[in-house]
């Protein structure tokens, strides 16, 4: 039986040497970058935001007319929700029919804001369209006030909401 042995071939550079030749890399060009740091980009792009948009005078009319129209069909519909529900609360707070009405009125003021929601376009003028959103606002807030049972917070946000009636009604040129 022959043994054979394995002879070693030297590469000629070992890894520490290896290891070493890569360090000083690194540091002769960490030395460079710190000695010519890179001089930022200078701002070639001028960015200009663009003018609002403009409606002519017969589409802010027909805006506002469609705003006011939706406000006055979702005003309606809350304040009916609202008699209903407070005249079945009057007989009972924890009676079946006051909780449905009650629900009612919940649901309808919801609808009504989102309707509302979806008539308001960015050509309805802003002296309609300031007023429409702070009633919106306001209804949200009383109806969670409602939910959350406080109900000095839901006198204060139907108020609030109440007070903008006359506001709309003349900027609309309803009633």
């Given at each position: 039986m022959t043994t054979r042995y394995r002879r070693r071939h030297r590469t000629g550079i070992t890894a520490a040497t290896a290891a070493f030749?890569?360090?000083?890399?690194?540091?002769?060009?960490?030395?460079?970058?710190?000695?010519?740091?890179?001089?930022?980009?200078?701002?070639?792009?001028?960015?200009?935001?663009?003018?609002?948009?403009?409606?002519?005078?017969?589409a802010t009319q027909a805006a506002k007319a469609a705003a006011c129209s939706a406000w006055d069909r979702a005003a309606r519909s809350t304040a009916l929700a609202s008699r209903s529900s407070a005249e079945a609360l009057e007989q009972s707070w924890t009676s079946p029919e006051s909780l449905a009405a009650l629900a009612t009125e919940k649901r309808t003021g919801m609808a009504a804001v989102s309707y509302l929601r979806t008539q308001l376009t960015h050509a309805t003028p802003a002296s309609t369209a300031i007023?429409?959103?702070?009633?919106?606002?306001?209804?949200?807030?009383?109806?969670?006030?409602?939910?959350?049972?406080?109900?000095?917070?839901?006198?204060?946000?139907?108020?609030?909401?109440?007070?903008?009636?006359?506001?709309?009604?003349?900027?609309?040129?309803?009633?």
């Amino acid at each position: 039986m022959t043994t054979r042995y394995r002879r070693r071939h030297r590469t000629g550079i070992t890894a520490a040497t290896a290891a070493f030749v890569v360090a000083v890399g690194a540091v002769v060009t960490s030395g460079l970058a710190l000695a010519h740091p890179v001089e930022p980009s200078r701002h070639t792009v001028n960015v200009v935001p663009s003018p609002p948009p403009t409606y002519s005078s017969s589409a802010t009319q027909a805006a506002k007319a469609a705003a006011c129209s939706a406000w006055d069909r979702a005003a309606r519909s809350t304040a009916l929700a609202s008699r209903s529900s407070a005249e079945a609360l009057e007989q009972s707070w924890t009676s079946p029919e006051s909780l449905a009405a009650l629900a009612t009125e919940k649901r309808t003021g919801m609808a009504a804001v989102s309707y509302l929601r979806t008539q308001l376009t960015h050509a309805t003028p802003a002296s309609t369209a300031i007023p429409l959103h702070d009633w919106m606002a306001a209804n949200i807030d009383m109806l969670h006030a409602l939910n959350m049972r406080q109900w000095d917070e839901t006198a204060r946000e139907l108020k609030r909401g109440n007070d903008l009636i006359d506001v709309i009604t003349f900027e609309c040129g309803l009633r």
